[in-house]
């Protein structure tokens, strides 16, 4: 059970660094940088920094897909560093990321239908569905609906939507498996600013109606403003200020979180 204001993610002195060349010697870069920080149930946090900022790489230390250096992670009391095979199958069922590229998320072999019930083959069907039944279809149907698609979509392939489509796909199939936490890696940054508030208008709907938890990842703090509950800004792998997300944007106290403020147009969210 989830209350709000408890910490799903627990981000505790995280560091990562990877060695490089440099000459004839081998060199730790970090890109990490002993950064902390907490999400809580039912909240967006914004994560928000320029490109190579560690932003990216702190989200996928998060999902387990990379190991921290140094520090530790933990998502729903799990250490994700440490966990078994089956604690992580079943944290993933809890967790789902949605990436940037909304083209190269979806397998171009593959149709809508194919991609939207993908978790289920993976994690396991829902109780009372079986593969290629009704009642998975409908269920398919029903998470397209969700995010503004009609249910003529399953039968189609990714090619044939627009950008902003193939990332409501995306969010259909996060939303498969009914996680608790979406990690939302820079999701409207590849699409048009109409399109890209309409999906940020879907996801705040979304959170309103599931109960979803947000890791807002972008380099936009004007979005990750309209968005977030708190912010949480990263600088050169290291995280730099914190706060709540009116608070912090009227009032920054770092010059870099100013220049990010003035770097990036307001999004048209009340037009979408």
């Known amino acids: 059970m989830y209350h709000l204001g408890m910490a799903l993610v627990e981000v505790e002195a995280v560091s990562k660094s990877y060695p490089r060349r440099v000459g004839l010697r081998t060199e730790q870069r970090t890109v990490v940088d002993d950064v902390s920080l907490t ?5 967006t946090l914004g994560l928000v920094g320029e490109s190579g900022s560690g932003k990216t790489t702190l989200a996928r230390m998060i999902l387990g897909l990379v190991a921290p250096t140094r520090g530790s992670i933990r998502v729903d009391s799990i250490d994700v560093a440490h966990a078994t095979r089956g604690e992580l199958h079943s944290l993933r069922s809890r967790m789902q990321p949605v990436f940037q590229d909304p083209f190269a998320a979806l397998n171009p072999r593959m149709k809508v239908r194919e991609i939207v019930t993908e978790p289920w083959a993976i994690h396991g069907v829902e109780p009372g569905m079986k593969k290629g ?5 409908a269920r398919a149907a029903e998470l397209l609906a969700k995010v ?3 249910e003529s979509a399953l039968g189609r392939y990714p090619h044939e939507f627009s950008g902003g489509q193939r990332q409501r796909i995306n969010i259909a199939r996060a ?3 009914r996680p608790r936490l ?3 890696d820079e999701p409207v940054s590849a699409l048009d600013v109409s399109v890209g508030a309409q999906i940020v208008n879907l996801l705040r709907d979304l959170q309103r109606e599931h109960g979803l938890t947000y890791l807002f990842i972008s380099h936009s703090m004007p979005l990750v403003r ?3 509950t708190r912010i949480a800004v990263m600088q050169h792998g290291r995280l730099v200020e914190t706060g709540e997300a009116e608070a912090l944007c009227s009032a920054p106290r770092q010059a870099y979180t100013r220049q990010l403020l003035a770097a990036t147009p307001e999004l048209p969210t009340g037009a979408a």
């Open 148 to 150: 503004g698609l009609d």
């Open 175 to 177: 939303l498969a498996l």
């Open 226 to 228: 309209y968005l977030s």
């Open 133 to 137: 039944s009704a009642a998975l279809r």
């Open 182 to 184: 979406l990690i939302l």
């Open 39 to 43: 999400v809580e149930a039912g909240e």
